[in-house]
T-cell receptor, first 114, second 113 residues
Framework: NAGVMQNPRHLVRRRGQEARLRCSPMKGHSHVYWYRQLPEEGLKFMVYLQKENIIDESGMPKERFSAEFPKEGPSILRIQQVVRGDSAAYFC????????????FGQGTRLTVV | DQQVKQNSPSLSVQEGRISILNCDYT??????FLWYKKYPAEGPTFLISISSIKDKNEDGRFTVFLNKSAKHLSLHIVPSQPGDSAVYFC????????????FGKGTTLSVSS
């Protein structure tokens, strides 16, 4: 009965490279949320997805960032042409229904851009 | 424009005493509120939640109070234990608006023995 799995736990990328962060939700969960935590900051909402659909991407930067949650496989958060300011901890959460319920978090991916 | 605010960055409490963590929100559409606990280098862990139709929810040592008119909620931990030392995040969502969980910046609780 695995929880939310994120990989990799740590990712180092050079400026200009692409970063791919993966999130496998808990079994039976079809709702996935991505959050970013900058140093000394709270968890900032980025995007909310259901299987094959983006429900709310109001927190995601318009450029370089994209997310998907395909019918099969994990949810992917992709950051193209990374910059130093993208260095942060990225957390994924999943829930069994839309809102009004607790979401369970993974352990996060710490992205460092050098 | 912070919709969920935790105005105290830190709180220190002695073991056995009550810890009270506060949270204010601005969006009157929020109808579901949660508290999460986070240790360094780990993901947040769900603690307790409350729906806007209630004003109190209790689970063991943890109680959440909601004052809708004041747009304020609080988490009470009693008695506090050293293992409770962590960052506590308040979060809110608005089902009708389809808003995903919005988090405050967190309060670091330190419980000394």
């Amino acid at each position: 009965n695995a929880g939310v799995m994120q990989n990799p736990r740590h990712l180092v990328r050079r400026r200009g490279q692409e970063a791919r962060l993966r999130c496998s939700p808990m079994k039976g969960h079809s709702h996935v949320y991505w959050y970013r935590q900058l140093p000394e900051e709270g968890l900032k909402f980025m995007v909310y997805l259901q299987k094959e659909n983006i429900i709310d991407e109001s927190g995601m930067p318009k450029e370089r960032f994209s997310a998907e949650f395909p019918k099969e496989g994990p949810s992917i958060l992709r950051i193209q042409q990374v910059v130093r300011g993208d260095s942060a901890a990225y957390f994924c959460a999943s829930s069994s229904q839309a809102l009004n319920t607790e979401a369970f978090f993974g352990q996060g991916t710490r992205l460092t851009v050098v | 424009d912070q919709q969920v605010k935790q105005n105290s960055p830190s709180l220190s409490v002695q073991e056995g005493r009550i810890s009270i963590l506060n949270c204010d929100y601005t969006n009157s559409m929020f109808d579901y509120f949660l508290w999460y606990k986070k240790y360094p280098a780990e993901g947040p862990t769900f603690l307790i939640s409350i729906s806007s139709i209630k004003d109190k929810n209790e689970d063991g040592r943890f109680t959440v109070f909601l004052n809708k008119s004041a747009k304020h909620l609080s988490l009470h931990i009693v008695p506090s234990q050293p293992g409770d030392s962590a960052v506590y995040f308040c979060a809110a969502s608005a089902f009708k608006a389809g808003t995903a969980l919005i988090f405050g910046k967190g309060t670091t609780l330190s419980v000394s023995s």
